[in-house]
């Protein structure tokens, strides 16, 4: 059944959209990302305008991100008071993020910037993740242990609070930065920021598994929903029929997605989430170098 979505200004089939954002939202539910890195690579592939598909992303994350909160909320694995630091400045980052989003796209560069950010971002986290969890699953393996708990220059800045839920006393400065980064991230590739954020909390600011990906959770929930309203008043670039049929897939696969998060160690849900971030890397880098089967084709403007 093809579908005509009016701001892309394609046909797309009805149940190929329902799929992509049941795929995505199990991703949501089991790693604590949006899932926009991944979708909107696939929603450029098959024939979505990239502004309309970085666009469209915020309000279909949004309502992941919401569904897999409340799943997280029932277990007691959301750091509120976390999240609270980190909105503060992802809702900064995603207001800087959607201007130079309209920038770019004055210049018509929005394509090539969102495919370099994607190839350079998932390429180093995507890295680093994989070869972090083999560490860490190697660890976990040897008997008798006792993992150290280090103090790095993130304990040493001023401004400090009590994170009770992640049993963390830090600096409020590196979650308000982290929230700021992905924030403009949020606007300009389309994805939640997830990707960044969740190795970001666990690597940096030294929180436990169990509770980031919640509190990413519900950091992304408020962020995308704020980047939604920026994108359709500045930008008029979001298809409310695309989104709502992406939202339809994905509550049901965030759901789901959680369920299976439960049921695997933390160092397994870990290198699963690298390979997945090295394998769209791959892709799009291939895609940047890999010469095209026609050199030009005609359009209006």
């Given at each position: 059944?093809?579908?005509?979505?009016?701001?892309?200004?394609?046909?797309?089939?009805?149940?190929?959209?329902?799929?992509?954002?049941?795929v995505?939202g199990?991703?949501?539910?089991?790693?604590?990302?949006?899932?926009?890195?991944?979708?909107?690579?696939?929603?450029?592939?098959?024939?979505?305008?990239?502004?309309?598909?970085?666009?469209?992303q915020?309000?279909?994350?949004?309502?992941?991100?919401?569904?897999?909160?409340?799943?997280?909320?029932?277990?007691?694995?959301?750091?509120?008071?976390?999240?609270?630091?980190?909105?503060?400045?992802?809702?900064?980052?995603?207001?800087?993020?959607?201007?130079?989003?309209?920038i770019?796209?004055?210049?018509?560069?929005?394509?090539?910037?969102?495919?370099?950010?994607?190839?350079?971002?998932?390429?180093?986290?995507?890295?680093?993740?994989?070869?972090?969890?083999?560490?860490?699953?190697?660890?976990?393996?040897?008997?008798?242990?006792?993992?150290?708990?280090?103090?790095?220059?993130?304990?040493?800045?001023?401004?400090?609070?009590?994170?009770?839920?992640?049993?963390?006393?830090?600096?409020?400065?590196?979650?308000?930065?982290?929230?700021?980064?992905?924030?403009?991230?949020?606007?300009?590739?389309?994805?939640?920021?997830g990707?960044?954020?969740?190795p970001?909390?666990?690597y940096?600011?030294?929180?436990?598994?169990?509770?980031?990906?919640?509190?990413?959770l519900?950091?992304?929930?408020?962020?995308?929903?704020?980047?939604?309203?920026?994108?359709?008043?500045?930008?008029?670039?979001?298809?409310?029929?695309?989104?709502?049929?992406?939202?339809?897939?994905?509550v049901?696969?965030?759901?789901?997605?959680?369920?299976?998060?439960?049921?695997?160690?933390?160092?397994?849900?870990?290198?699963?989430?690298?390979?997945?971030?090295?394998?769209?890397?791959?892709?799009?880098?291939?895609?940047?170098?890999?010469?095209?089967?026609?050199?030009?084709?005609?359009?209006?403007?």
């Amino acid at each position: 059944m093809q579908l005509y979505l009016p701001i892309a200004e394609i046909s797309v089939s009805l149940w190929l959209l329902l799929g992509l954002g049941g795929v995505v939202g199990v991703l949501s539910g089991m790693f604590g990302v949006g899932g926009g890195f991944l979708l909107t690579p696939l929603l450029i592939f098959i024939g979505i305008p990239p502004a309309v598909a970085v666009a469209t992303q915020a309000p279909q994350i949004t309502g992941l991100s919401f569904s897999g909160t409340l799943a997280h909320l029932r277990r007691r694995t959301v750091d509120v008071k976390m999240g609270l630091v980190l909105l503060s400045g992802g809702l900064i980052g995603s207001a800087l993020g959607v201007e130079v989003f309209r920038i770019l796209s004055e210049i018509g560069q929005v394509e090539l910037m969102v495919t370099l950010s994607y190839v350079v971002f998932l390429g180093i986290i995507g890295g680093l993740m994989f070869v972090e969890s083999v560490r860490a699953l190697r660890r976990s393996r040897k008997p008798g242990r006792v993992k150290r708990k280090r103090h790095v220059w993130v304990h040493r800045l001023p401004l400090k609070m009590r994170f009770r839920t992640s049993h963390l006393y830090i600096s409020a400065i590196p979650p308000f930065a982290i929230g700021l980064f992905v924030g403009v991230l949020s606007a300009i590739m389309g994805v939640g920021g997830g990707f960044i954020m969740v190795p970001a909390m666990i690597y940096i600011i030294g929180m436990p598994t169990a509770v980031v990906v919640g509190t990413s959770l519900f950091q992304i929930m408020f962020v995308t929903a704020f980047t939604t309203v920026l994108h359709a008043t500045q930008n008029q670039t979001v298809d409310t029929v695309l989104a709502l049929l992406l939202l339809l897939g994905g509550v049901i696969g965030a759901q789901v997605g959680a369920l299976i998060a439960v049921r695997l160690r933390a160092e397994q849900l870990r290198i699963l989430l690298a390979l997945m971030v090295l394998a769209v890397c791959a892709k799009l880098a291939w895609d940047l170098v890999a010469v095209p089967d026609e050199f030009y084709s005609l359009g209006a403007v």
